[in-house]
């Protein structure tokens, strides 16, 4: 498609089970962000990758967090043991170069995670 | 510590007149910063960028200005309409995106 796609548009889980997020960015962008909305608030930075370098996984809260991505395209953002805080928009952006080239970031409409 | 800092209060403005956002940092040297608008239940949508040796931007009805002395972006809407209504999030480089928690804007008709 054109845009960033991401699925589960929503997803209900029951505490303590792990749960996979996907996001497929735009084709040829080489960055893909990972950031978490919680109601009302602002983005919180989880991961960034950036084609074949090490991502920048300072963001992720916790170890119960991870992410990947697989042939510099498709990725999976895993969180393990769910928690009720864990509850969010999950959203993910890809750009066509690195963050420092200042190119846009487009962001996908978000998979919406509720813990109970 | 590292700070990016928006108006947490919503702006509530009327049509017409002009709606002013602000973006202020701490212990960041971007090179360059970048508005996006967000609506309920939707992911951000990119607005404007404006680099660290530029003073001012515009774009049809909205303007930005960056001012790296005081660590300040100003956002400006004119004539504003009620489909202005959103909110508005500022992102500045700083290794990677990092966003602010956004201003609520809401034009009354």
């Known amino acids: 498609g054109a845009g960033v796609s991401q699925s589960p548009s929503n997803k209900v889980t029951e505490k303590g089970k792990d749960v996979e997020l996907r996001c497929d960015p735009i084709s040829g962008h080489t960055a893909l962000y990972w950031y978490r909305q919680s109601l009302g608030q602002g983005l919180e930075f989880l991961i960034y990758?950036?084609?074949?370098?090490?991502?920048?996984k300072s963001g992720l809260p916790s170890d119960r967090f991870s992410a990947e991505r697989t042939g510099g395209s498709v990725s999976t953002l895993t969180i393990q043991r769910t928690q009720q805080e864990d509850s969010a928009v999950y959203l993910c952006a890809s750009s066509l170069t690195d963050s420092a080239s200042g190119n846009t970031i487009y962001f996908g409409e978000g998979s919406w995670l509720t813990v109970v | 510590s590292q700070k990016i800092e928006q108006n947490s209060e919503a702006l509530n403005i009327q049509e017409g007149k002009t709606a002013t956002l602000t973006c202020n940092y701490t212990n960041y040297s971007p090179a360059y910063l970048q508005w996006y608008r967000q609506d309920p239940g939707r992911g951000p949508v990119f607005l404007l960028l404006i680099r660290e040796n530029e003073k001012e931007k515009r774009k049809e009805r909205l303007k930005v200005t960056f001012d790296t002395t005081l660590k300040q972006s100003l956002f400006h809407i004119t004539a504003s309409q009620p489909a202005d209504s959103a909110t508005y999030l500022c992102a500045l480089e700083g290794g990677k995106l990092i966003f602010g928690q956004g201003t609520e804007l809401s034009v009354k008709p």
């Open positions: 990758f950036q084609g074949n370098s090490a991502p920048d």
